[in-house]
Nanobody, 127 residues
Framework: QVQLVESGGGLVQAGGSLRLSCAAS????????MGWFRQAPGKEREFVAT????????YYADSVKGRFTISRDNTKNTVYLQMNSLKPEDTAVYYC????????????????????WGQGTQVTVSS
């Protein structure tokens, strides 16, 4: 059974930083792209960032490019999201997910391209 467990969320002032972690189990982690999504109250879940199964390349939503960094450690089955220069509009529940496709070669930015999800971690940025 695949499990994803996020941690690291919290309350931070605008301009601050947080680092989210997502620990995976039940699947050969290193074969799948990983993604981060977020969902603010009353809004649809939106793509934030994704990282290739090998960890060699990354892709970001325009809204976070230059502020957020996704990374992974395949020896620890963990993916990270370093969030800097946080803004109030970054407030949301953040979810990690694993792609449906192994050894992906295109970028997966739709939530429907991911099949397992964590429970989410709340990030609140105060102004």
């Amino acid at each position: 059974q695949v499990q994803l467990v996020e941690s690291g969320g919290g309350l931070v002032q605008a301009g601050g930083s947080l680092r989210l972690s997502c620990a995976a189990s039940g699947r050969t982690f290193s074969r799948y792209d990983m993604g981060w999504f977020r969902q603010a109250p009353g809004k649809e879940r939106e793509f934030v960032a994704t990282i290739r199964w090998s960890g060699g390349s990354t892709y970001y939503a325009d809204s976070v490019k230059g502020r957020f960094t996704i990374s992974r450690d395949n020896t620890k089955n963990t993916v990270y999201l370093q969030m800097n220069s946080l803004k109030p509009e970054d407030t949301a529940v953040y979810y990690c997910a694993t792609s449906r496709t192994r050894f992906g070669s295109s970028w997966f930015t739709s939530q429907y391209e991911y099949d397992y999800w964590g429970q989410g971690t709340q990030v609140t940025v105060s102004s």
